[in-house]
């Protein structure tokens, strides 16, 4: 049935280009975090994530999935929710019992936490991919693969110890495979087909160019500013003519509060070589028109304006001697 509904995704994922990351594979993701205070107080938050999209959370005192786009629920049945709800607060409720009844054999001391993220991954003309790993504070601990739960390095004996012990569970064992095979996979499909009218968004990007702090005297802090754009894959570039300037220095993609993105790409150069530079911007919102923003242009206007500010106070100048003279 996954194989019959993988066209889909030759639609809804975007386009790609091989000189950037500019094609991702799409993903959904469920992230559980523990925190144990003591044995009688946890503290546990959910959430699931198309992507970097959070579309799902979790209240852990009731097992309530909450929606939160209209989407949110793809095509599953309400029934098929019930029963994800309550696989999801049956599992978290055993686990965390386990993990209490063990903690002394296991060494852990209270306070401390555990971070779980099951993720399914599809890429047009692939098989899905799933995994689930798990962190103890803040640090690899165990992962499940091949049906089964297998200590990371970082664990040492004490993740080895819990592996064991999961790996007894031959019903947990079959959720999780179940959850990473199949569920995740046809939801991750559905929420595509359903939410396609917020994911396939366009929104065209704005640009600009700025400079930033002198790294030192004779080199100049170009920067290249690129917001408001939807959906995130985008490429940026400074450029010398036609060729890609290899010392562009590449931030983070931010998300602006309208659910945007910014993104700034640096360059540090001589003085002399800032005039020849451009920064071009490839994104799907443009039909194939890209950006290009000439810094000699940005050079020149400011030019103009301190000329202009010359003139003016030489004009005023010459008027208030030739005022005082007459």
Not at 129 to 142: I, K, L, N, P, R
Request: aromatic share 12%; charged share 15%.
């Amino acid at each position: 049935m996954l194989f019959l509904q993988l066209p889909l995704l030759a639609v809804l994922l975007p386009a790609g280009d091989s000189k950037d990351d500019f094609q991702e594979p799409v993903s959904f993701q469920i992230i559980q975090i523990s925190s144990f205070y003591n044995r009688s107080w946890v503290r546990t938050l959910g959430s699931g994530w198309l992507g970097e999209l959070q579309t799902h959370g979790w209240v852990s005192d009731t097992g309530t999935i909450i929606f939160l786009w209209p989407w949110s629920k793809g095509n599953f049945s309400n029934e098929e929710w019930k029963e994800q709800e309550k696989l999801l607060h049956l599992s978290s409720i055993e686990n965390l019992q386990t993990i209490h009844n063990h903690a002394s054999q296991w060494q852990l001391e209270y306070p401390f936490e555990f971070q779980m993220a099951g993720c399914c991954k599809l890429h047009f003309g692939e098989a899905s991919v799933g995994f689930m790993h798990v962190a103890y504070q803040g640090s690899d601990f165990m992962s499940f693969q091949n049906n089964s739960w297998l200590p990371s390095p970082e664990g040492g004996r004490r993740a080895q110890d819990v592996c064991n012990l999961f790996n007894g569970d031959k019903v947990g064992l079959e959720i999780t495979h179940r959850f990473l095979s199949d569920t995740c996979p046809r939801l991750l499909l559905s929420l595509l087909d359903a939410g396609k009218a917020d994911l396939q968004r366009q929104v065209m990007p704005e640009a600009w160019l700025s400079t930033g702090p002198s790294p030192c005297p004779g080199r100049l802090m170009l920067v290249c500013h690129v917001s408001g754009f939807h959906p995130k894959p985008i490429w940026v570039m400074w450029m010398w003519g036609e060729q890609e300037h290899l010392g562009t220095q590449r931030g983070d993609v931010l998300p602006n509060a309208d659910g945007t993105w910014y993104l700034r790409k640096s360059l540090d150069v001589e003085v002399t070589e800032a005039a020849g530079l451009s920064c071009r911007v490839r994104h799907s919102s443009l039909g194939g028109q890209d950006i290009i923003l000439y810094r000699e242009h940005h050079s020149s206007v400011g030019l103009i304006i301190l000329a202009v500010i010359v003139l003016l106070v030489l004009l005023t100048g010459l008027a208030f001697w030739l005022r005082k003279r007459w």
